[in-house]
């Protein structure tokens, strides 16, 4: 084999790793039976009390004394 083939062969095998692991991690494998696992946290949503009277503000400014 000349060096030329085991660099594109490399190179091919690489792409092809990518194009796997994209599928994988966008989920599009799972209906064959891979793909990451859901993370859900149903349990946040249900303990926030009143979410939207959230305001969010600068810190304060401190003083040197």
């Not at 793909?35 to 304060?60: F, N």
Request: hydrophobic share 45%; aromatic share 10%; no cysteine.
């Amino acid at each position: 084999m000349s060096s030329k083939t085991v660099w594109r062969n490399l190179a091919f095998l690489l792409v092809l790793a990518n194009l796997v692991f994209w599928l994988w991690s966008q989920g599009y494998l799972r209906p064959v039976g891979m793909g990451p696992k859901s993370v859900q946290e149903p349990q946040r949503l249900k303990d926030q009390v009143e979410p939207q009277a959230l305001t969010i503000q600068g810190a304060a400014s401190q003083e040197s004394k």
